[in-house]
């Protein structure tokens, strides 16, 4: 099965940053895209950022110009780099990896870590 585990996360003040990474038990290079989601409280869940197979990316346009995502294919790591950040960027961050183009959404989910900015 596969296994995603975020870390990385914590408190941070604004205008930091922090680095968020997701070990995959399985070649990141397996799935058409890994992403970054979050979720504060009482939101919805929203796609932050995601790196396909072919290693474009795509950002929220919230983050644009703050987050970066990023992989170490040969460590089966994906990265989010977090720049600037605002008390908005607070939640509960996820990693996330979709597995083929027939899938409706990701397949795959870590357990979370926090992100808290403090202002």
């Known amino acids: 099965q596969v296994q995603l585990v975020e870390s990385g996360g914590g408190l941070v003040q604004a205008g930091g940053s922090l680095r968020l990474s997701c070990a995959a038990s399985r070649s990141i290079l397996s799935f058409i895209a890994m992403g970054w989601y979050r979720q504060a409280p009482g939101k919805e869940r929203e796609l932050v950022a995601f790196?396909?197979?072919?290693?474009?990316?795509n950002y929220e346009d919230s983050v644009k110009g703050r987050f970066t995502i990023s992989r170490d294919s040969d460590k089966n790591t994906v990265f989010l780099q977090m720049n600037s950040l605002k008390s908005e960027d607070t939640a509960v961050y996820y990693c996330?990896?979709?597995?083929?183009?027939?899938?409706?959404?990701?397949?795959?989910w870590g357990q979370g870590t926090q992100v808290t900015v403090s202002s």
């Open positions: 790196i396909t197979i072919g290693g474009s990316t």
């Open positions: 996330a990896a979709r597995r083929s183009l027939l899938t409706a959404t990701y397949d795959y």
